[in-house]
């Protein structure tokens, strides 16, 4: 069983629909706590949906439960977009609305894997180590470990989630991300 992550970057929705084809990604679950973007508004939540069906997809959203900005009032002052700050992500991790999304997402990955699908997180951030997907595919597959939890590179490369590597800053000498 897999799981795919990627982030959108400044991709075309073109490029980024070949992407989720080569690796055969039936579903897209969208991770960004504002499924909004003002410089790539294909990747706006409902332009994206549409895209998304109109390629044989499908798209969730659950950035509601698992989404790296911090609501009003628990950080959101410390928190800086493509910037990784693993202090305040291991918070949010803590609280029940990201263990209630873990659990969604366990669900939903086993469900898509009894139709057969496969499917990508979705965020923003190109570099996964940047990204507060890390620490996703990280609980995911804790939750769930027959998973493996592969990064798709925008050169369409593929590479495992590593998620220690993402926390501290080290990066995989193998990795283009850098």
């Known amino acids: ?3 795919y992550t990627i982030g959108h970057g400044n991709l075309e ?5 070949g992407i989720l084809r080569e690796n055969e990604v039936r579903w897209v679950a969208d991770v960004r706590s504002a499924p909004y973007s003002r410089m790539f508004p294909w990747f706006n939540k409902m ?4 895209a998304l069906e109109e390629a044989g997809g499908r798209y969730l959203f659950i950035g509601d439960k ?3 900005k911090p609501p009003p009032g628990k950080g959101e002052n410390e928190w800086v977009q493509g910037k990784l700050n693993p202090a305040l992500v291991s918070n949010l991790s803590q609280t029940r609305r ?3 999304g ?4 366990a669900s939903i990955v086993i469900a898509m894997e009894e ?7 979705l965020c923003s951030e190109k570099d996964p180590n940047n990204c507060h997907r890390s620490l996703i595919a990280f609980q995911i597959e804790g939750a769930l470990p027959e998973l493996s939890v592969l990064h798709l590179g925008h050169d369409s490369s593929v590479r495992e989630a590593k998620f220690q590597g993402a926390l501290f800053g080290v990066s995989d000498e193998r990795s283009d991300y850098h």
């Open 98 to 100: 990201w263990k209630e």
């Open 66 to 68: 698992l989404g790296g």
């Open 102 to 105: 873990i659990a969604r997402l």
């Open 13 to 17: 929705l073109e490029p980024f629909l």
């Open 1 to 3: 069983m897999k799981l």
């Open 115 to 121: 139709e057969g699908e496969t499917g990508c997180l």
């Open 47 to 50: 332009v994206l949906a549409d």
